[in-house]
């Protein structure tokens, strides 16, 4: 089955504890990002990867690192936390770039989400 | 960078009536529309989207409309069904890599 699956789901940590939240994908998709959700704020784009070794910031990176070693995986790692990062987060998955036969090349498939609760 | 405003926040509708959610974007640049729906405890999905070069697209009960002149695109949901209750999320990207999303409407169908 296709899909972008993210563990853990759901994640209570405290302030300053190093956490690394998984995203990976079976798709072969290129493009990979991250986004957290907040109440009356919608979506907000933390990191994109193009490809592999290839990652960019979004709208809210501060805080946040990525690495985009391998096709699937695109893990998203807070290396402080802190409790303004306390957020429902997901990661999506695309086609990137343009091919035949593929109108909505940008279509993203997102995981099932991440609640981190950071105390 | 974009900003995408969106409205209503929430909107209520009797089964069978149509639903109308709307979004504006500020970026001139931006060039590609796609609509989410987000039921309950799963990720957001795709439902429909919209490139700058047409001004509509329908599938089925769903169509978007874009007006490129005004900067505002809307989300049309005809002879809406109980099912079609979910948080819906217009989107705005002009490089196909950045996405700035609106705030959401959190629709509900009265059966």
């Known amino acids: 089955e296709a899909q972008v699956t993210q563990n853990p789901r759901y994640l209570i940590t405290v302030t300053g504890k190093k956490l690394t939240v998984t995203c990976s994908q079976n798709?072969?998709?290129?493009?990979m990002s991250w986004y957290r959700q907040d109440p009356g704020l919608g979506l907000r784009q933390i990191y994109y990867?193009?490809?592999?070794?290839?990652?960019d910031k979004g709208d809210v990176p501060e805080g946040y690192k990525v690495s985009r070693k391998e096709k699937r995986n695109f893990p998203l790692i807070l290396e402080s936390p802190s409790p303004n990062q306390t957020s429902l987060y997901f990661c999506?998955?695309?086609?990137?770039?343009?091919?035949?036969?593929?109108?909505?090349?940008?279509?993203?498939?997102f995981g099932p989400g991440t609640r981190l609760t950071v105390l | 960078g974009e900003n995408v405003e969106q409205h209503p926040s929430t909107l209520s509708v009797q089964e069978g009536d149509s639903a109308v959610i709307k979004c504006t974007y500020s970026?001139?640049?931006?060039?590609?529309f796609p609509w989410y729906k987000q039921e309950l405890g799963k990720g957001p999905q795709l439902i429909i989207d919209?490139?700058?070069?047409?001004g509509e697209k329908k599938d089925q009960r769903i169509a978007v409309t874009l007006n490129k002149t005004a900067k505002h695109f809307s989300l049309h949901i005809t002879e809406t069904q109980p099912e079609d209750s979910a948080v819906y999320f217009c989107?705005?990207?002009?490089?196909?890599?950045?996405?700035?999303f609106g705030t959401g409407t959190s629709l509900t169908v009265i059966p």
């Open positions: 990867s193009m490809n592999v070794e290839v990652t």
């Open positions: 970026d001139s640049a931006s060039n590609y």
């Open positions: 919209i490139r700058s070069n047409v």
């Open positions: 999506a998955s695309s086609l990137g770039r343009p091919r035949k036969g593929f109108y909505s090349y940008n279509e993203q498939f």
């Open positions: 989107a705005a990207s002009k490089t196909g890599n950045q996405f700035y």
């Open positions: 798709m072969n998709h290129e493009y």
